[in-house]
């Protein structure tokens, strides 16, 4: 599995951004799809997440209500739409992959832990 993000970018405080996470898979429903952001300093956050078949959508406190994460099933991406952006959402933007089989997804895919493969992340820059 590999995974390529991109669609990232300096952007004013209040402005959108749309990246995008494309995977070579066969079966893109099957994989749990997570975006996490690290910024300087600071371990990786969950940040939204959507789960097999886009059954469920999962999103930290901190972005509930700005951003939003969708699936595009003929080219096998996944977006995460962000907007209002703040300058607290400055991070290195990742996306991650699992076909792992949760108890619980919604726990499941909040945890860094639970994904096997990663994109190369995609810097996004909010300035004030």
């Known amino acids: 599995v590999q995974l390529q993000a991109f669609g990232g970018g300096l952007v004013q405080a209040g402005d959108s951004l749309r990246l995008s996470c494309a995977a070579s898979?066969?079966?893109?429903?099957?994989?749990?799809m997570g975006w996490f952001r690290q910024a300087p300093g600071k371990e990786r956050e969950f940040v939204a997440a959507s789960t097999q078949n886009n059954y469920a959508q999962y999103y930290a406190d901190s972005v509930k209500g700005r951003f939003a994460i969708s699936r595009d099933w003929s080219k096998n991406t996944v977006f995460l739409q962000m907007d209002n952006l703040k300058p607290e959402d400055t991070a290195v933007y990742y996306c991650?992959?699992?076909?792992?089989?949760?108890?619980?997804?919604?726990?499941?895919?909040?945890?860094?832990?639970?994904?096997?493969?990663w994109g190369q992340g995609t810097l996004v820059t909010v300035s004030s």
């Open positions: 991650g992959a699992t076909s792992k089989a949760f108890s619980s997804p919604e726990l499941g895919v909040r945890a860094r832990e639970s994904y096997a493969y």
């Open positions: 898979v066969r079966s893109f429903g099957i994989y749990h």
